[in-house]
């Protein structure tokens, strides 16, 4: 059908023309869609700010060749606003929605869609620190997409552990057979936190110490920037710490 509704979040945003933008939308039915919202940029535009980074809304599509066309937005969640008043969450939040950009295509996606949606909102109430927020929304975004990683057993031989010796490039922690030479080691802590990340724990999560999260954040930016091969442009504006340049 050329005309159909969906729920969306909004990823990114381009300029076309004097007056139109290209939305580029996660949607909970139809996976990544491009979109026009012609004469958004107009001060009288019906649109408002419902088509910004990180809304969320109830849409109505037109279904074109090469792009959709946006004919109406109801807002769903006013995200946006909340989140880029506060710096490290608004950075947060430009990761998020990178990753979703890279790693969805124009199948249906509903897990994926559902997970940054929760994250986004999480971010907006400052349920927990954004750091972790957004270290857990990437471990799980990258589970869903096939690169679930192993902070217990062994990631190559599957031997039980827990083991302490951590390889992103093999897909985790791995046992002292596996791991290569001069291979780090991570302490308890901080594997159990990033194991806590994972499932959604964040009972502990919040009452890691800071040390710990830092060095799981690291090892976490580690193991997306390897397995999304071209790494991520927005991470280069999280807060800097010695561990996330990694």
Known sequence: MPLYRDEGVVLRTH??????RIVTLLTRQHGKVRAVAKGIRRTSSRFG??????????????EGRSLDTITQADSLGSYGQLIAADYDSYTAANVMVETADKLTESDSNHQQY??????????????????????SYLLRALSLAGWAPSFVDCAR???PGPHATMVVQMGGVV??????TGSPRIEEPTRELLGSLLAGDWQLVDAA???VRSRASGLVAAYVQWHLE???????HLSSTPERQQ
């Not at 300029?15 to 139109?20: I, R, S, T, V, Y």
């Not at 559902?114 to 270290?135: K, N, Y």
């Not at 071209?230 to 280069?236: N, P, Q, T, V």
């Open 15 to 20: 300029k076309l023309g004097e007056a139109d």
């Open 49 to 62: 700010s419902r088509l910004e980074p990180f809304m969320v809304a109830d849409l109505q599509l037109y």
């Open 114 to 135: 559902l997970l940054l949606l929760g994250a986004l909102r999480s971010l907006s109430r400052g349920e927990h620190v954004p750091a972790m927020t957004l270290d």
């Open 157 to 159: 031989c599957q031997q």
């Open 175 to 180: 046992c002292p057979d596996c791991a290569p």
């Open 209 to 211: 110490d800071e040390r």
């Open 230 to 236: 071209r790494g991520l442009r927005s991470y280069a």
